[in-house]
């Protein structure tokens, strides 16, 4: 069977798992096109013999949403786990080079040199984002820019003419400087999980992403990540394995744990957990009734947004705190009937449900060289310890709901962040950049826009944090506040105007603050 697609063979074994039952995959590369379903199957294991999938249903050239990109699609299991194999694309999902020659001109471009293996590119590709590097591989910022913003053409082999709308990102790059490009952000996560509960990835290697790597959809139960691995293939010259977040938490339930695993160039988050919230349209007080939209989409929500038995919490948009809590009796698409409505609601109010907060262990961890953040958090009983982090553009950790733009929630309580490493964590010019960890209330953006109150209980102790912009520790909106016995080095590297910068320890509208026994160097 080998260079033979194996999907139908592949799907028939899946088909007939029974409870109980493991499937062997074969041994050495596997070639699939489609994704394999994993439809209602109970205590099922899915184990590999050091496999490697070789996927072939990814196209360079298409700019469409590209859904046959995923690997795995669980659906409505329990209790089923994937282990050991290995994941890679046919095609690049993204190419490097240096800069050979800058413009920054009326008609402002630079031209790249690709790396030898880039050199066949026709500069028909999807090309989607840029991104220029540190010679350490640090995604730097100095040429970040959206498919709208650039244009591509082919000048001769190996040579890419990337035209820029604006000025500075070519003024800001250097004659030598490593630059990547994305191919596309449009495609389907490698792996799937779609309200499925007791769910085990172990052992797994992803070497390309299209988009991300693991997407936790609505409804799915507690799921657990042991030594996954989204790294670069042996021999590329790659500087971003990953297109987007390496694992997607978008509403599940229950219990997360990342453990033993390794992030290592990815284009946006390690892990981000987060529900969706809603606005309210309209508010029923006497027949206990309330009407809500999509805070991001500003569309009814979807079937999975709730269900009876949920509680949802209600906040005041101006402060983020919250106005208080009902039971959902029936859930209809853009109405929820509840047992009662928080007599201060009001339209205009944001609402979350409370079932998508899933507690977090995130531990032994190491994430490298990414161009966002390591973990956000936007949920509820966290603990992350003894994790490595560096070289990450952002914030290393951000507690941070938003209400503002992502809508993407919610706030924080009884975090713990302990006996973790930064080192050149939240290193660029960015107004986001107010610390190596951070909690506040917003995403991107803000600085004291929310109360005390937002967050609640946040312990940060035995952390060593060295060469970040601003202040190493940014806490705001919390009220509960411990920090101790963290080690801080260099910090205030680059003067954002931010008051933060000039504090290794800065906090503001916090309430119930300890500090002791930190030590700093810088």
């Not at 990835?201 to 996954?228: A, E, N, P």
């Not at 709730?306 to 009796?329: H, I, N, R, W």
Request: charged share 20%; with cysteine.
């Amino acid at each position: 069977m080998e260079n033979k697609d194996m999907t139908e063979y592949l799907q028939s074994l899946i088909d007939r798992a029974a409870e109980g039952d493991t499937v062997q995959l074969p041994a050495g590369t596997v070639y699939v096109s489609r994704p394999l379903v994993v439809r209602d199957k109970k205590n099922v294991k899915i184990c590999g013999q050091d496999t490697h999938f070789l996927h072939t249903g990814y196209d360079m050239t298409n700019r469409e949403v590209q859904a046959d990109t995923a690997l795995f699609v669980l659906e409505g299991c329990t209790g089923v786990t994937l282990e050991n194999f290995s994941v890679d694309y046919v095609g690049f999902v993204s190419i490097a080079g240096t800069v050979l020659e800058t413009n920054a001109g009326e008609n402002p471009y630079f031209v790249m040199r690709l790396y030898p293996e880039f050199e066949e590119m026709t500069g028909e590709e999807y090309y989607r984002t840029t991104m220029s590097f540190d010679s350490d591989g640090a995604p730097n910022y100095h040429c970040s820019l959206w498919e709208n913003e650039f244009s591509v053409e082919k000048i001769g082999k190996g040579l890419l003419k990337v035209s820029c709308r604006n000025a500075a990102a070519a003024e800001r790059l250097s004659i030598g400087e490593a630059v990547n490009i994305r191919l596309s952000l449009k495609g389907a996560a490698v792996i799937l999980n779609m309200a499925s509960a007791d769910t085990l990835f172990k052992d797994i290697t992803i070497y390309q992403t299209v988009c991300g790597s693991f997407l936790i959809g609505m409804r799915s139960g507690s799921v657990t990540f042991d030594h996954v691995v989204i790294t670069f293939k042996e021999g590329t010259r790659q500087l971003m394995s990953s297109n987007a977040d390496a694992i997607h938490i978008a509403g599940m339930t229950g219990k997360l744990t990342v453990r033993n695993s390794v992030f290592d160039g990815l284009g946006d988050d390690a892990v981000n957990v987060h529900s969706r919230a809603g606005i309210l349209t309209s508010v029923d007080v006497a027949n206990k009734t309330v009407h809500f939209v999509d805070g991001w989409s500003k569309e009814p929500t979807d079937s999975t947004w709730a269900q009876a038995g949920d509680t949802v919490e209600f906040y005041d948009p101006k402060t983020f705190l919250p106005k208080g809590t009902a039971v959902v009796a029936c859930y209809t698409g853009d109405t929820l009937l509840l047992d009662a409505v928080p007599e201060t609601a009001a339209e205009g109010d944001v609402v979350a449900n409370l079932a998508y907060l899933p507690s977090v262990h995130i531990a032994d961890c190491i994430v490298t060289r990414n161009r966002a953040r390591a973990f956000l958090i936007q949920t509820r009983n966290v603990v992350i310890e003894n994790c490595q982090m560096n070289r990450i553009s952002l914030p290393a950790i951000i507690v941070a709901p938003d209400i503002q733009r992502w809508f993407e929630v919610g706030p924080a309580q009884n975090v713990v962040i302990r006996n973790n490493t930064m080192q050149k964590c939240a290193f660029i010019s960015d107004p986001a950049n107010m610390g190596a960890i951070v909690v506040k209330a917003s995403h991107d953006a803000g600085y004291a826009d929310y109360p005390a109150g937002v967050h609640r209980d946040i312990l940060i102790e035995g952390n060593t944090i060295d060469d970040t912009a601003n202040s190493a520790i940014f806490v705001s909106a919390t009220s509960g506040l411990t920090v101790r016995h963290n080690r801080i080095g260099s910090f205030g590297t680059v003067k954002n105007h931010l008051p933060s910068g000039e504090h290794a320890v800065f906090c503001v509208n916090c309430t119930e603050v300890k500090t002791e026994n930190n030590t700093c160097e810088g």
